[in-house]
T-cell receptor, first 111, second 111 residues
Framework: GNSVTQMEGPVTLSEEAFLTINCTYT??????LFWYVQYPGEGLQLLLK?????DKGSNKGFEATYRKETTSFHLEKGSVQVSDSAVYFC??????????FGTGTLLAVQP | ETGVTQTPRHLVMGMTNKKSLKCEQH?????MYWYKQSAKKPLELMFV???????ENNSVPSRFSPECPNSSHLFLHLHTLQPEDSALYLC??????????FGSGTQLSVL
């Protein structure tokens, strides 16, 4: 079945450091891929998405590229801020339009 | 403001209690969802309603009973829960089943 695997956290970085959170997926067909973010005390919010191979999703300085050859959708940001501290979830949506989430990766950015 | 409101934010209950979680969406969406978020586990989809009809029950124990009286409101009735049911319960809504809008969740503790 479809599944998503994320790197385990927590990821702890200093402000202005480069961020990568790895995500790989297993799916039949051509899923859409997503990153959701959950700030402390809040629900999940869609951060970015990509619907086909080689698409790049971007928002708020974050980027992720849909790599079919490596079945990956790694999240990157060039310079993180304290306000980026949150839990990041990778997710996919397959033929049934059901969202499958990963376990989440906690990012802690220190000033 | 995500447009999805959940109450209460926190709930502590004994194993013999009966309580209900409430979710309301103000976005005009036609689908609503219950998810369970536990530490170090992927988000678990529990129930899906489309146009007030339940379209998914992900093998959830009968001590969780959903109710969807209209497209804007969703309830989760709880009775005789177990300590392992303690988790964050998230409600979400969508129009096309892919971009989900989440509420802030109810943090449930079962004693």
């Amino acid at each position: 079945g479809n599944s998503v695997t994320q790197m385990e956290g927590p990821v702890t970085l200093s402000e202005e450091a480069f961020l990568t959170i790895n995500c790989t997926y297993t799916a039949t067909g051509y899923p859409s891929l997503f990153w959701y973010v959950q700030y402390p005390g809040e629900g999940l919010q869609l951060l970015l998405k990509a619907t086909k191979a080689d698409d790049k999703g971007s928002n708020k300085g974050f980027e992720a590229t849909y790599r079919k050859e490596t079945t990956s959708f790694h999240l990157e940001k060039g310079s993180v801020q304290v306000s980026d501290s949150a839990v990041y979830f990778c997710a996919l949506s397959g033929a049934t339009n059901k969202l499958i989430f990963g376990t989440g990766t906690l990012l802690a950015v220190q000033p | 403001e995500t447009g999805v409101t959940q109450t209460p934010r926190h709930l502590v209950m004994g194993m013999t209690n009966k309580k209900s979680l409430k979710c309301e969406q103000h976005l005009g969406h036609n689908a609503m969802y219950w998810y369970k978020q536990s530490a170090k586990k992927p988000l678990e989809l529990m129930f899906v309603y489309n146009f007030k009809e339940q379209t998914e029950n992900n093998s959830v124990p009968s001590r969780f009973s959903p109710e969807c009286p209209n497209s804007s409101h969703l309830f989760l009735h709880l009775h005789t829960l177990q300590p392992e049911d303690s988790a964050l319960y998230l409600c979400a809504s969508s129009q096309e089943g892919i971009h989900l809008f989440f509420g802030s969740g109810t943090q449930l503790s079962v004693l």
